[in-house]
T-cell receptor, first 112, second 113 residues
Framework: DAKTTQPPSMDCAEGRAANLPCNHS???????VYWYRQIHSQGPQYIIH?????ETNEMASLIITEDRKSSTLILPHATLRDTAVYYC?????????????WGAGTKLIIKP | KAGVTQTPRYLIKTRGQQVTLSCSPI?????VSWYQQTPGQGLQFLFE???????NKGNFPGRFSGRQFSNSRSEMNVSTLELGDSALYLC????????????FGDGTRLSIL
């Protein structure tokens, strides 16, 4: 099964870019990488996803290495409200269904 | 557009009882998935419903069951509650079976005494 590895915690200064790494070295060619975040007492919030090309939306940018074994989520100008647990997730296709493999995530703390 | 709505937000039960949790998906979304989140195990997939049929299932005992109605609303039932069932139960909806990304509600916090 493709699985993800993330650092358990990171700090970032307010206003700076937060770069969150994720290792998914066993990912298959057609498996997408998804990023969610979970703010305390709320459900996970979708951020962005990608297959092989870099992606950008209003929330973040996703950089995927050429070999697809790792990716980085970039929050360009972190604010205190970005403090959350960030999950890097891979969708694994089975014979007749699929699974989303959720890891422990990275607890990102934005400091003033 | 309203998001995913889960009720109730908090629930306290005792061992041996049963509980039913409710989820209303985003309008137009026809797939509903349920997850259990605990500090020790993280987010674990329970099951996915689409067109009133269970389409995908995680590795949970038969005490955990669900159903989906014709309006795509879903309920999850847990029977013979155990202390280990204390968790945040999350519902996520998406436009179709297996279609990602899913959008989550804020969950039901279930505490077993």
């Amino acid at each position: 099964d493709a699985k993800t590895t993330q650092p358990p915690s990171m700090d970032c200064a307010e206003g700076r870019a937060a770069n969150l790494p994720c290792n998914h070295s066993t990912i298959s060619g057609n498996e997408y990488v998804y990023w969610y975040r979970q703010i305390h007492s709320q459900g996970p919030q979708y951020i962005i996803h990608g297959l092989k090309n870099n992606e950008t939306n209003e929330m973040a940018s996703l950089i995927i290495t050429e070999d697809r074994k790792s990716s980085t989520l970039i929050l360009p100008h972190a604010t205190l409200r970005d403090t959350a647990v960030y999950y890097c997730i891979v969708r694994v296709e089975g014979d007749s269904n699929y699974q989303l493999i959720w890891g422990a995530g990275t607890k990102l703390i934005i400091k003033p | 557009k309203a998001g995913v709505t889960q009720t109730p937000r908090y629930l306290i039960k005792t061992r041996g009882q049963q509980v039913t949790l409710s989820c209303s998906p985003i309008s137009g979304h026809r797939s509903v998935s349920w997850y259990q989140q605990t500090p020790g195990q993280g987010l674990q997939f329970l099951f996915e419903y689409f067109s009133e049929t269970q389409r995908n299932k995680g590795n949970f005992p038969g005490r955990f069951s669900g159903r989906q109605f014709s309006n795509s609303r879903s309920e999850m039932n847990v029977s013979t509650l155990e202390l280990g069932d204390s968790a945040l139960y999350l519902c996520a909806s998406s436009p179709g079976q297996g279609v990602l990304p899913q959008h989550f509600g804020d969950g039901t916090r279930l505490s077993i005494l």
